[in-house]
T-cell receptor, first 114, second 116 residues
Framework: GAVVSQHPSRVICKSGTSVKIECRSL??????MFWYRQFPKQSLMLMAT?????????EQGVEKDKFLINHASLTLSTLTVTSAHPEDSSFYIC??????????FGPGTRLTVT | AQSVTQLDSHVSVSEGTPVLLRCNYS??????LFWYVQHPNKGLQLLLK??????LVKGINGFEAEFKKSETSFHLTKPSAHMSDAAEYFC??????????????FGKGTHLIIQP
């Protein structure tokens, strides 16, 4: 089946610094990638949708200047959390899709901001 | 607009007994529906999906779900629970078969506990 990886799996950073999370589709080309956020013991909330080569579409309430998304190739999307604060600590999950087909999820990245 | 409601935040069953996780949805169009499982600190795994074909959908690990349009429900069942089934389960709705340009809308999740 289709495999999506995320790197790093865990990251701890200091408040005010920026963190980049990578999402890669390993065995297929992803025309669309999605970024989700999951707080402890809660559901996933869609943050943004990115299509290869174009700007990401952010959901209402998600700050695009804080959560920078780049989908530079058909196999890689990155999420950069800029000037991170403790409230940004969360589990970030990406998913990837080719055309109108099923989304495949990455294993997630645990971000802790101290 | 679309939404999904998982009626139970926690379900506890004994090993070997049936599992029922309830889900109701709301959608303006014919939806696609999914059940995902998430083990602690892990990503999501697709259990099964409904995309307007057969209303009874069989998934992995012995799970199945039935789409009932009249009841706007998509409940997940398994005849006999196994300890390894303990996890968080999410019912998900989408306007397109693959998750669409709008992404997926997740329910709040049901935590399944298996008693030995």
């Amino acid at each position: 089946g289709a495999v999506v990886s995320q790197h790093p799996s865990r990251v701890i950073c200091k408040s005010g610094t920026s963190v980049k999370i990578e999402c890669r589709s390993l065995d297929f080309q992803a025309t669309t990638m999605f970024w989700y956020r999951q707080f402890p013991k809660q559901s996933l909330m869609l943050m943004a949708t990115s299509n290869e080569g174009s700007k990401a579409t952010y959901e209402q309430g998600v700050e695009k200047d804080k959560f920078l998304i780049n989908h530079a190739s058909l196999t890689l999307s990155t999420l950069t959390v800029t000037s991170a604060h403790p409230e940004d600590s969360s589990f970030y999950i990406c998913s990837a899709r080719w055309g109108p087909r099923e989304q495949y999820f990455g294993p997630g990245t645990r971000l802790t901001v101290t | 607009a679309q939404s999904v409601t998982q009626l139970d935040s926690h379900v506890s069953v004994s090993e070997g007994t049936p599992v029922l996780l309830r889900c109701n949805y709301s959608s303006s169009y014919s939806p696609s529906l999914f059940w995902y499982v998430q083990h602690p600190n892990k990503g999501l795994q697709l259990l099964l999906k409904y995309t307007s074909a057969a209303t009874l959908v069989k998934g992995i690990n012995g799970f199945e779900a039935e789409f009932k349009k009249s009841e706007t429900s998509f409940h997940l069942t398994k005849p006999s629970a196994h300890m390894s089934d303990a996890a968080e389960y999410f019912c998900v709705v989408s306007l397109t078969s693959g998750g669409g340009a709008d992404g997926l809308t997740f329910g709040k999740g049901t935590h399944l506990i298996i008693q030995p």
